[in-house]
T-cell receptor
Framework: DTAVSQTPKYLVTQMGNDKSIKCEQN?????MYWYKQDSKKFLKIMFS???????INETVPNRFSPKSPDKAHLNLHINSLELGDSAVYFC?????????????FGPGTRLTVL | AQSVSQHNHHVILSEAASLELGCNYS??????LFWYVQYPGQHLQLLLK??????LVKGIKGFEAEFIKSKFSFNLRKPSVQWSDTAEYFC????????????FGSGTRLQVQP
């Protein structure tokens, strides 16, 4: 009964490949996020969806394309992978509203591009 | 835009020592404040949060934090650390309205020696 789950946990691939990471939350939240944690542990927002609509799109290369088929899922597809894409990608979810806006994180997907 | 500074990058303490990790933020409006912990190889877990009210908030595992508005600070404290507190600690903020994505500090690596 994991609240926010991600698959796969580890992903090792070659440069130039296309890969996807999936995220699912069973908390009934209406907002989902993708964060990237680099090798120095710095976390930065990439995307945010609210009720399946894209509301935040940071300066991320357009090789990264999020897709939200429904409120409980937010997938991340990455085209033409580059060495610099190696990182840990965290999915998170929250319920919008001033007092309840706590984000819950998934276990992360460690992406290694060779 | 928001920004978060964590001045202690790496802290080494002996068990039973007291802990204080600094966090300062920059933002012109009202913010929500969070401390997350990341144990080795694990995902981010919420330690505590501040939305409004009593500026001294208590979290899990004996942690507490004090919001000092005049200093734009939200320092994390624990009176007596344990070896199991060894982890990376992240301070984060988001705006009280509108954009919900978290802005994280660079993290503080805490190493507790037995």
């Amino acid at each position: 009964d994991t609240a926010v789950s991600q698959t796969p946990k580890y992903l090792v691939t070659q440069m130039g490949n296309d890969k996807s990471i999936k995220c699912e939350q069973n908390l009934g939240h209406d907002t989902m996020y993708w964060y990237k944690q680099d090798s120095k542990k710095f976390l930065k927002i990439m995307f945010s969806y609210n009720n399946k609509e894209l509301i935040i799109n940071e300066t991320v290369p357009n090789r990264f394309s999020p897709k939200s088929p429904d409120k409980a899922h937010l997938n991340l597809h990455i085209n033409s992978l580059e060495l610099g894409d190696s990182a840990v990608y965290f999915c998170a979810s929250s319920q919008s509203g001033i007092r309840t806006d706590t984000q819950y994180f998934g276990p992360g997907t460690r992406l290694t591009v060779l | 835009a928001q920004s978060v500074s964590q001045h202690n990058h790496h802290v080494i303490l002996s068990e039973a020592a007291s802990l204080e990790l600094g966090c300062n933020y920059s933002y012109g409006g009202t913010v929500n404040l969070f401390w997350y912990v990341q144990y080795p190889g694990q995902h981010l877990q919420l330690l505590l949060k501040y939305f409004s009210g009593d500026p001294l908030v208590k979290g899990i595992k004996g942690f507490e934090a004090e919001f000092i508005k005049s200093k734009f600070s939200f320092n994390l404290r624990k009176p007596s650390v344990q070896w199991s507190d060894t982890a990376e600690y992240f301070c984060a903020v988001n705006a009280n309205t509108g954009r919900r994505a978290l802005t994280f500090g660079s993290g503080t690596r805490l190493q507790v020696q037995p």
